[in-house]
């Protein structure tokens, strides 16, 4: 089991640039969640997805930032224009009917 | 929605002491617990978890306790070892609603030799 897979580990971006994170759940796990990590705000949910479908997004804080499931094995993030203070690290997760999440190794995300 | 706090936001001790971290949780219909260790530069580690029938959980060093009428819970570490250090988080999830954890700031622990 390869775990919870994110692509790719370091974004460096200029601002207006958009950037779109990737990934890849632990197979057989249903649930898949994007967080984002700060010093100010810690970790936050961004949107979550059951069974490929975006349950809660009440976390994505502008209509800048979308997210997408297309099948059970993949994920994306988009910020579309990104900026300064989008700078983070943006964890996904997955997990099976309320199991232990598991988290990836996370995109560092740096907008000059 | 549910909101999580968790107290203190940094905490040092002696190695071979005990630390203490707490969190309090709001949504009564909360009902499962977990806690994660993060070392600098990686992903939170699931370390301990708790479900609400259950008022406490010992795995080796570290405990749990839950409180479900005051809607806290504990996370107990004992004899600290240096690399104990680490940040600290709890958090707190409906299960039925997938898994859906919010979780709390952190706690950044620092065991000293």
């Known amino acids: 089991d390869a775990g919870v897979i994110q692509s790719p580990r370091h974004e460096v971006t200029e601002m207006g640039q958009e950037v779109t994170l990737r990934c890849k759940p632990i197979?057989?796990?249903?649930?898949l969640f994007w967080y984002r990590q700060t010093m100010m705000r810690g970790l936050e949910l961004l949107i979550y997805?059951?069974?490929?479908?975006?349950?809660?997004d009440s976390g994505m804080p502008e209509d800048r930032f979308s997210a997408k499931m297309p099948n059970a094995s993949f994920s994306t993030l988009k910020i579309q224009p990104s900026e300064p203070r989008d700078s983070a690290v943006y964890f996904c997760?997955?997990?099976?009917?309320?199991?232990?999440?598991?988290f990836g190794n996370g995109t560092r995300l740096t907008v000059t | 929605g549910e909101n999580v706090e968790q107290h203190p936001s940094t905490l040092s001790v002696q190695e071979g002491d005990s630390a203490v971290i707490k969190c309090t949780y709001s949504d009564s219909a909360s009902n499962y617990f977990p806690w994660y260790k993060q070392e600098l530069g990686k992903r939170p580690q699931l370390i301990i978890d708790i479900r609400s029938n259950v008022g406490e959980k010992k795995d080796q060093r570290i405990a749990v306790t839950l409180n479900k009428t005051a809607k806290h819970f504990s996370l107990h570490i004992t004899e600290t070892q240096p690399e104990d250090s680490a940040v600290y988080f709890c958090?707190?999830?409906?299960?039925?609603?997938?898994?859906?954890?919010?979780f709390g700031q952190g706690t950044e622990l620092s065991v000293k030799p």
């Open positions: 958090a707190a999830s409906i299960i039925l609603e997938g898994g859906k954890l919010i």
């Open positions: 997805f059951n069974n490929n479908v975006p349950i809660d």
């Open positions: 997760a997955s997990s099976f009917r309320g199991s232990p999440l598991h």
């Open positions: 197979s057989g796990h249903n649930s």
